[in-house]
């Protein structure tokens, strides 16, 4: 699924114009992407939750010549999913309905 997915499910399901769902997915991402930008952590209850972690410094081996390059330390984002959100061993999403009572 690629955003223009999301924007078009938005659309439909909402019933506003593909223009406004655009907005409001845009104004969406760009508001998580400010968030953790300053860190912080972004909990959608029955979705999942973004963390930003920080990543230790490392080393790693350029595949092409195996010299060895130095990795800096930084932060990375996580995703942990919600229980419905969660896979279980059939494979099958735990919250998952028919895809007439899906909420999305």
């Known amino acids: 699924m690629i955003k223009l997915d999301i924007i078009n ?5 909402t019933g506003v114009p593909k223009m406004k769902a655009e907005q409001a997915v845009d104004a969406l991402f760009h508001s998580m992407k400010e968030a953790l930008t300053r860190g912080e952590r972004i909990e959608l209850r029955g979705f999942g939750v973004f963390v930003v972690k920080p990543r230790k410094r490392g080393v790693g081996r ?6 060895e ?3 800096p330390s930084g932060k990375t984002i996580r995703f942990k999913p919600g229980k419905d ?8 999403l735990k ?7 899906s909420d999305f």
């Open 9 to 13: 499910r938005v659309a439909e399901k």
């Open 62 to 67: 350029n595949p092409r010549t195996g010299e």
């Open 69 to 71: 390059v130095a990795i």
């Open 85 to 92: 959100l969660q896979v279980s061993d059939d494979g099958e």
């Open 95 to 101: 919250g998952e309905t028919d895809s007439e009572g």
